[in-house]
């Protein structure tokens, strides 16, 4: 079951705040957070696993809302090497479930 | 840390010719391992992955196979490519579900 993001693209000046969503439609075990960058493999972020957890990278965080279903990343005072495509990846609930789907992604554009 | 390791980085190959990519991980015993694959700015399909030695989970249905023929090795393998098969191959190793999921450096196989 293939996460949403949203959105598609977002075009920041450096400094600027931005906010990339993630839900599903069905109760999710876990959310991962990645950052690609072109011609390269993604890198982790963060993972989040409970319920309204928010965890904190830099100027990076995360926030997990269980019981929509829903998570949300977040980039402070972006940087121009915050730019890439990121990616949210989901678990859903329930045992046995070892699934790790990915959303479509979200390119980032920082410029000067 | 768990060190993930996948090659070739590049390949180029005929249609019809058969394929094997293998990834090895250190650090880490009996992870769940898995392999997505990557079309041309597009997002990250799941094709299969395996949580022990000889389990293995398919997610899409085509003329790819893979095989974990050690606990810490994990098989890409087709007899036949199609020109459709071409894309970024990803290996990926987690030590359990709440564990991050981590990615090797990928193999860019371009179908001819």
């Known amino acids: 079951q293939q996460p949403v993001q949203s959105p598609q693209a977002v075009i920041l000046r450096e400094g600027e705040d931005a906010v990339i969503n993630c839900s599903s439609s069905?109760?999710?075990?876990?959310v991962h957070w990645y950052r690609q960058k072109h011609g390269e493999a993604p890198v982790f972020l963060m993972i989040?696993?409970?319920?309204?957890e928010q965890k904190g990278h830099e100027k990076i965080s995360a926030s997990f809302n269980e019981k929509k279903q829903q998570s949300s990343l977040y980039l402070t005072a972006s940087q121009l090497s915050y730019s890439g495509t990121y990616f949210c990846?989901?678990?859903?609930?329930?045992?046995?479930?070892?699934?790790?789907?990915f959303g479509k992604g979200t390119k980032l554009s920082v410029i000067p | 840390s768990q060190t993930i390791h996948q090659w070739p980085a590049t390949l180029v190959q005929p249609v019809g010719s058969p394929l094997s990519l293998e990834c090895t991980v250190e650090?880490?015993?009996?992870?769940?391992l898995y392999w997505y694959r990557q079309a041309a700015g597009r997002g990250l399909q799941l094709l299969f992955y395996?949580?022990?030695?000889?389990?293995i989970s398919s997610e899409v249905p085509q003329n790819l196979s893979a095989s974990r023929p050690q606990d810490r090795q994990f098989i890409l393998s087709s007899k036949k490519l199609l020109l459709s098969d071409s894309g970024f191959y990803l290996c990926?190793?987690?030590?359990?579900?709440?564990?991050?999921?981590?990615f090797g450096n990928g193999t860019r196989l371009t179908v001819t």
């Open positions: 990926a190793s987690r030590r359990d579900r709440d564990s991050p999921l981590h």
């Open positions: 069905k109760a999710l075990y876990s």
């Open positions: 989040l696993l409970k319920g309204g």
């Open positions: 990846g989901t678990e859903l609930a329930g045992a046995g479930s070892y699934q790790l789907t």
């Open positions: 650090g880490t015993s009996n992870p769940n």
């Open positions: 395996s949580v022990g030695i000889g389990q």
